[in-house]
Protein backbone atom coordinates (compact mmCIF):
# COMPACT_ATOMS: atom_id res chain seq x y z
CA UNK A 1 0.00 0.00 0.00
CA UNK A 2 1.26 3.74 -0.62
CA UNK A 3 -0.89 6.47 0.05
CA UNK A 4 -0.91 10.12 2.38
CA UNK A 5 -0.97 9.71 5.75
CA UNK A 6 -2.13 12.64 8.43
CA UNK A 7 -4.72 14.44 8.02
CA UNK A 8 -5.93 17.56 5.62
CA UNK A 9 -4.59 20.85 7.41
CA UNK A 10 -1.98 19.39 9.39
CA UNK A 11 1.06 17.08 8.65
CA UNK A 12 0.73 14.94 5.23
CA UNK A 13 3.52 12.40 4.67
CA UNK A 14 3.38 9.27 1.76
CA UNK A 15 3.85 6.43 3.18
CA UNK A 16 4.63 2.50 1.97
CA UNK A 17 3.33 -0.07 3.71
CA UNK A 18 3.79 -4.21 3.34
CA UNK A 19 5.91 -6.69 3.15
CA UNK A 20 8.51 -5.22 0.23
CA UNK A 21 8.88 -1.85 2.49
CA UNK A 22 9.41 -3.53 5.20
CA UNK A 23 12.48 -6.44 4.20
CA UNK A 24 14.02 -2.88 2.36
CA UNK A 25 14.00 -1.37 6.17
CA UNK A 26 15.32 -4.33 7.52
CA UNK A 27 17.97 -5.63 4.96
CA UNK A 28 18.68 -1.16 4.91
CA UNK A 29 19.57 -1.68 8.93
CA UNK A 30 21.39 -4.47 8.67
CA UNK A 31 23.96 -3.32 5.78
CA UNK A 32 27.44 -1.82 7.16
CA UNK A 33 29.13 1.21 5.97
CA UNK A 34 29.43 1.98 2.41
CA UNK A 35 27.29 -1.55 1.61
CA UNK A 36 23.69 -1.97 -0.14
CA UNK A 37 21.96 -5.24 0.88
CA UNK A 38 19.74 -6.04 -2.02
CA UNK A 39 17.73 -9.57 -3.50
CA UNK A 40 19.13 -11.32 -6.31
CA UNK A 41 15.64 -10.51 -8.04
CA UNK A 42 15.88 -6.69 -7.14
CA UNK A 43 19.43 -6.98 -8.92
CA UNK A 44 18.51 -8.82 -11.94
CA UNK A 45 15.21 -6.61 -12.95
CA UNK A 46 17.34 -3.27 -12.06
CA UNK A 47 19.74 -4.87 -15.02
CA UNK A 48 22.77 -5.35 -12.38
CA UNK A 49 25.49 -8.41 -13.12
CA UNK A 50 25.47 -10.38 -9.85
CA UNK A 51 28.45 -12.58 -10.67
CA UNK A 52 30.96 -12.27 -7.74
CA UNK A 53 28.84 -10.36 -5.32
CA UNK A 54 29.07 -11.45 -1.65
CA UNK A 55 26.15 -13.36 -0.64
CA UNK A 56 24.92 -13.43 3.08
CA UNK A 57 21.55 -15.60 4.22
CA UNK A 58 20.41 -13.51 6.53
CA UNK A 59 16.86 -13.81 9.22
CA UNK A 60 15.11 -10.78 9.35
CA UNK A 61 12.98 -9.67 12.11
CA UNK A 62 9.24 -10.92 11.84
CA UNK A 63 10.48 -13.91 8.78
CA UNK A 64 10.31 -17.38 9.89
CA UNK A 65 12.69 -18.20 7.12
CA UNK A 66 15.73 -16.41 6.13
CA UNK A 67 16.50 -14.44 3.37
CA UNK A 68 19.69 -14.37 0.73
CA UNK A 69 20.91 -11.08 -0.01
CA UNK A 70 23.86 -9.73 -2.20
CA UNK A 71 25.90 -7.21 -0.90
CA UNK A 72 26.81 -4.07 -3.30
CA UNK A 73 30.28 -1.83 -1.86
CA UNK A 74 29.42 1.74 -2.55
Known sequence: FVGSVGRPGGNMEVAALGDVPN???RLTALAGTSEILASEETLR????D?????????????????????????
Do not use: M, P, Y
Open 45 to 48: LAGV
Open 50 to 74: TEGLERRQLTLKGRSETIDALVLHV
Open 23 to 25: TAA
